[in-house]
């Protein structure tokens, strides 16, 4: 079955730098590829995702890039803001029908000081 | 966007005790949802796969009879945690996607279980 791994398991920024999580699959017919994030106690939150057919794709301050290839996927988020720390996930996918479950990566707990 | 309703939020039971989990999605269909087990600061582990009007799909490790999943509509999951014990403690929570359309992934809010 697929396997994600996810690296860095902890991340600490400065307000305003970039932050960069990286996440790698095992099973190449994964093509759903989303990250999310979770704050302590809630439910994970979709801020992006991306499908086999796009490279990379971006959403004001955060991007996704993916490597199909090389199996793997980044999450890339700029001009980071305290708001931004959290738990973020990668997860992939063999399609994104409603009976496919997401596979996780174990986690990368951000943290962005002031 | 769509959503998943969780119940209860918070539970704490007796060791020895059965505890009942209610995963269902308000606004959508679905055939399918998935249970997952998360351990403080840990990832979500999937546990198993809930099928409506057929058996669930288990991960490997996870005891079907221990985790039992009922999945009676398309609205509907239940997981119950049969025979508790303090190692069962640990926040569950369910996702869904829409049988309909090709959406993300819908998280419950989770339940929070201690067994005591």
């Known amino acids: 079955g697929e396997n994600v791994e996810q690296h860095p398991s902890t991340l600490s920024v400065q307000e305003g730098d970039s932050a960069v999580i990286k996440c790698t699959y095992s099973d190449s017919a994964s093509n759903y590829f989303p990250w999310y994030k979770q704050e302590l106690g809630k439910r994970p939150q979709l801020i992006i995702d991306i499908r086999s057919n796009v490279g990379e794709k971006k959403d004001q301050r955060i991007a996704v890039t993916l490597n199909k290839t090389a199996k793997h996927f980044s999450l890339h988020i700029t001009e980071t803001q305290p708001e931004d720390s959290a738990v973020y996930f990668c997860?992939?996918?063999?399609?994104?029908?409603?009976?496919?479950?997401?596979?996780f990566g174990k986690g990368t707990t951000l943290s962005v000081s002031s | 966007g769509a959503v998943v309703s969780q119940h209860p939020s918070r539970v704490i039971c007796k060791s020895g005790t059965s505890v009942k989990i209610e995963c269902r999605s308000l606004d959508f269909q679905a055939t399918t949802m998935f249970w997952y087990r998360q351990f403080p600061k840990k990832s979500l582990m999937l546990m198993a796969t809930s099928n409506e009007g057929s058996k669930a799909t288990y991960e490997q490790g996870v005891e079907k009879d221990k985790f039992l999943i009922n999945h009676a509509s398309l609205t509907l999951s239940t997981l119950t945690v049969t025979s508790a014990h303090p190692e069962d403690s640990s926040f569950y929570i369910c996702s869904a996607r829409d049988l309909w359309k090709n959406t993300e992934a819908f998280f419950g809010q989770g339940t929070r279980l201690t067994v005591v």
């Open positions: 997860a992939a996918s063999v399609g994104n029908q409603a009976g496919t479950a997401l596979i």
